[in-house]
């Protein structure tokens, strides 16, 4: 069965230090790969995803995460994060089973400090 | 597009009173999707649809959660009878086909059984 891990269940930075969240999947087969980020008190916003090509996925308000296939990971990254980036990352995967179904992980609070 | 309406947006109740959540995906989208999340136990898929039939509803809680889809452009999930662990924020989500899997999430309903 697919399952997803974020290895981070808190993160506290400062503004400006850079982010990386971590996110292991098990699934040996074709994946499609999602960030979906949860602002304090609204619904989940996808940040970026990867199904196919460069490994190396860019998504909104500065976030980019890296496909590594061997190490079955997707980490997210932002180089220099602001306070308004505090919210809750969850990480997601879905296999080529075709169903629509996303496996989420257990999502990431990353709290900024101003 | 509205994308995903969900209501209503906050709901409290007393246990052992039936509870219904509705929620109308953004139009043209065939997959349907209701989640539960809760500090404890994350995000949960509780059952999706494909083409407003149930394909998988292995996340249902137990038999006083059930779900329906009587058209595309409507969804309930209904909880009866309600219990205080029931209490949680019920997000449903809907997406097109499965070439993307990528998921809209409506605003989300917060429950409060007391």
């Known amino acids: 069965a697919q399952s997803v891990s974020q290895h981070n269940h808190h993160v506290i930075l400062s503004e400006a230090a850079s982010l990386e969240l971590g996110c292991n999947y098990s699934?040996?087969?074709?994946?499609?790969l999602f960030w979906y980020v949860q602002y304090p008190g609204q619904h989940l916003q996808l940040l970026l995803k990867y199904f196919s090509g460069d490994p190396l996925v860019k998504g909104i308000k500065g976030f980019e995460a890296e496909f590594i296939k061997s190490k079955f990971s997707f980490n997210l990254r932002k180089p220099s994060v602001q306070w308004s980036d505090t919210a809750e990352y969850f990480c997601?995967?879905?296999?080529?089973?075709?169903?629509?179904?996303?496996?989420f992980g257990q999502g990431t609070t990353l709290q900024v400090k101003p | 597009d509205a994308g995903v309406i969900q209501s209503p947006r906050h709901e409290v109740t007393e246990m052992g009173q039936e509870v219904t959540l509705r929620c109308k995906p953004i139009?043209?989208?065939?997959?349907l999707f209701w989640y539960r999340q809760t500090m404890m136990r994350g995000l949960e898929l509780l059952i999706y649809f494909n083409n407003n039939v149930p394909i998988d509803d292995s996340g249902m809680p137990e038999d006083r959660f059930s779900a329906k889809m009587p058209n595309a452009s409507f969804s309930t999930l209904k909880i009866q009878p309600s219990e205080p662990r029931d209490s949680a924020v019920y997000f449903c989500?809907?997406?097109?086909?499965?070439?993307?899997?990528?998921?809209?999430f409506g605003p989300g309903t917060r429950l409060t059984v007391t």
């Open positions: 699934y040996g087969g074709t994946v499609n």
């Open positions: 989500a809907s997406s097109f086909g499965t070439a993307t899997y990528e998921q809209y």
């Open positions: 997601a995967v879905n296999g080529s089973s075709n169903t629509g179904k996303l496996i």
């Open positions: 139009s043209g989208h065939d997959y």
